[in-house]
């Protein structure tokens, strides 16, 4: 191969380079997304095709709660359970959006304190396919212990959905 030749596949091979790396990094990485429903819907689900219920509570104004939708929500294995063996749902404490928690229709910052008796944020709980409460989770948590979590609640899940 002559030098010239040699020198202008150097140069392609250089401008290809140049040009791709600009287009590899405008593709952000999409990070795993929980797919949340509405607290009816969930319930809703759940009779016609019976998964335990994961409710979320939170609040815009709680960091915490935003740590684990940045850090939690978005691990993978996080995501892919709670979409496939849950019915996952997000539950906004300010919101004055009224729900039935275990036999009462209340708003959602009652049934967190009066019926779940939860006090603090981030707060999780554990509905069966009927509805009603089965445990309740006060605490920020690493992806890793969400799924530790997660895998308990399913080794229960049989016993449990019968509630």
């Not at 910052?109 to 006090?119: F, G, I």
């Not at 707060?123 to 009927?130: C, D, E, I, R």
């Not at 309740?136 to 997660?150: A, G, I, R």
């Amino acid at each position: 191969m002559s030098p010239r030749r040699l020198s202008i596949a150097g140069l392609v091979c250089a401008v290809l380079l140049v040009l791709s790396v600009p287009a590899l990094s405008a593709v952000p990485m999409q990070k795993p997304q929980v797919h949340w429903m509405s607290y009816s819907k969930a319930l809703e689900k759940a009779k016609q095709n019976p998964k335990l219920i994961f409710v979320d509570l939170y609040a815009d104004w709680c960091l915490p709660c935003r740590v684990m939708d940045a850090n939690v929500y978005s691990d993978s294995t996080v995501a892919s359970l709670l979409n496939g063996k849950f019915y996952a749902v997000k539950l906004d404490v300010e919101s004055k959006e009224k729900i039935t928690c275990d036999g009462e229709h209340k708003i959602v910052k009652d049934c967190m304190t009066q019926v779940w008796e939860l006090s603090t944020l981030p707060s999780f709980v554990l509905l069966a396919p009927k509805g009603l409460s089965i445990l309740t989770v006060t605490d920020s948590m690493s992806p890793q212990e969400m799924q530790s979590l997660l895998y308990q609640f399913l080794a229960k899940e049989e016993e449990w959905s019968k509630r």
